[in-house]
């Protein structure tokens, strides 16, 4: 069974830039969910998305970010303008919808705005 | 609100020695508990998870944990580590609502096993 994906593994852009992440969940799992970590903190949850619906945004920082899920199948989350804080790795997890299903994550990609 | 403490940021530890990463949290409602493991330039692997009924967990790779309810403590264990369980394990907690795990994890604990 293939993994959550994530492109790219790395990303090294410059203030100002425009950046977009790519998630692809495991086939079937509804549920798709966004963390950040910022060097040396917690990770935080971004958003949950339920197929294409987006369920929770509580944890997105500021509109410079945006995250799509068309067709419920793969995510993207833009980030536009970025901005020196915006550095940090950027994980997605996906869910069963039901049960007791572990969330499986992804590799993770790195972004190092400068 | 609920929060994650994980009190060591680095735990070294000689290989076949025990180890105990300490994880406490907070929170007004019953919570799922999970401790994560993130192996270099790897995702997030689940080593274990605690949803209900025994409150010793035996997950992956050798490792427990026990739910303390009194203490709000998940702490992990492992009685003779390796050199290949060097890595960053988190702990998070979650609401059990109906098909979400929307994880509060903690700061990470990074496992140095020296030879």
């Known amino acids: ?114 | 609100a609920q929060s994650v403490t994980q009190l060591d940021s680095q735990v070294p530890v000689f290989e076949e020695a025990p180890v105990e990463l300490r994880c406490n949290y907070s929170s007004s409602v019953s919570v799922y508990l999970f401790w994560y493991v993130q192996y270099p330039n790897q995702g997030l692997q689940l080593l274990l998870k605690y949803l209900s009924g025994s409150t010793l967990v035996k997950g992956i790779n050798g490792f427990e944990a026990e739910f303390n309810k009194s203490q709000t403590s998940f702490h992990l264990r492992k009685p003779s580590v390796h050199i290949s369980d060097t890595a960053e394990y988190f702990c998070a907690v979650s609401q059990p609502t109906s098909g979400t795990y929307k994880y509060i994890f903690g700061t990470g604990t990074r496992l140095k096993v020296l030879a």
């Not at chain 1, 492109?7 to 692809?24: A, M, N, Y």
């Not at chain 1, 997605?92 to 992804?106: E, H, I, L, N, V």
Request: charged share 20%; aromatic share 10%.
């Open chain 1, 1 to 114: 069974e293939a993994g959550v994906t994530q492109f790219p593994s790395h990303s090294v852009i410059e203030k100002g830039q425009t950046v977009t992440l790519r998630c692809d969940p495991i086939s079937g799992h509804d549920n798709l969910y966004w963390y950040r970590r910022v060097m040396g903190k917690e990770i935080k949850f971004l958003l949950h998305f339920v197929k294409e619906s987006k369920q929770d945004e509580s944890g997105m920082p500021n509109n410079r970010f945006l995250a799509e899920r068309t067709g419920g199948t793969y995510s993207t989350l833009k980030v536009q303008p970025a901005e020196l804080e915006d550095s940090g790795v950027y994980f997605c997890a996906s869910s069963q919808a039901t049960g007791a299903a572990k969330a499986f994550f992804g590799q993770g990609t790195r972004l190092t705005v400068v």
